[in-house]
């Protein structure tokens, strides 16, 4: 693969650029932009996903709770984890269907009640509510994709943390299950999933979870077609929870 970055501003990409990314190798494009997103991924083979609506106080506190109210200055979730992502599962689509389309999506999307969904979620005057839903409209996003008729995997990554990858054993399972250990994963070990997945052909056709043991618990992974291979032949449940 020749691998082309896409980010939603010029500052991203200066960013990477400052990083040591090559420019060439970074497109600005907005993803809630189809024609931006279609131009962008001209002659893409494959796509891995990792768009996300990101949530941040709004200087607001909840008068009951007492805590800070989140808001999605940028886009709520229905705007990018759902629209964004269809644009980038239908550019993909035009680029010809046996483009491998991977997704990094999130745990927690069979428990509509997740914490994560009361992000940015306001009540209107009528008492309906209005925003947030961020793991619904994700799920969502995956439907689509799973039905479009491309190659496709999906990866539930447990919470990410900012730690060193390649130290940890992974935990492979589906439908947010975690009998035992921790619910967190470091981000590299999610990028590393991700790109073994257009690597391993039976990462295709695959919905799953992952997390990972703490350092020095287990055995590290390093064979991740092996990893895969215990899920047998199951994959995520989408007649769980709920999906926008």
């Not at 909840?62 to 229905?78: A, K």
């Not at 539930?156 to 250990?181: Q, T």
């Not at 690597?199 to 695959?206: F, H, K, Q």
């Amino acid at each position: 693969f020749e691998p082309v970055g896409i980010v939603r501003s010029a500052e991203s990409k200066a960013n990477l650029v400052e990083s040591g990314i090559d420019p060439n190798c970074v497109v600005v494009a907005d993803v809630t932009d189809p024609s931006a997103i279609a131009t962008a991924m001209q002659g893409c083979s494959a796509l891995i996903i990792g768009t996300s609506a990101k949530p941040a106080p709004s200087g607001k506190t909840d008068p009951v709770t007492e805590r800070p109210i989140f808001s999605f200055p940028n886009g709520q979730p229905e705007q990018v984890d759902w629209l964004g992502q269809k644009a980038q599962i239908d550019a993909a689509k035009a680029c010809g269907i046996s483009t491998h389309v991977v997704i990094c999506s999130s745990m927690g999307g069979t428990d509509p009640s997740n914490m994560l969904n009361a992000l940015g979620r306001e009540t209107a005057e009528d008492g309906s509510a209005q925003g947030g839903n961020i793991l619904l409209w994700k799920r969502k996003a995956e439907k689509y994709l799973i039905d479009s008729g491309l190659p496709y995997t999906v990866v539930h990554p447990g919470g990410l943390i900012n730690e060193p990858g390649g130290r940890r054993e992974i935990v492979i399972g589906v439908d947010d299950e975690r009998s035992e250990g921790e619910r967190s994963i470091p981000r590299e070990d999610v990028a590393e999933v991700l790109v073994q997945a257009l690597l391993i052909p039976a990462y295709r056709g695959r919905s799953f979870d992952i997390r990972s043991k703490l350092e020095g618990e287990g055995e590290v992974t390093t064979d991740f077609a092996a990893l895969v291979e215990q899920l047998g032949d199951r994959n995520c449940d989408y007649t769980l929870g709920e999906i926008a």
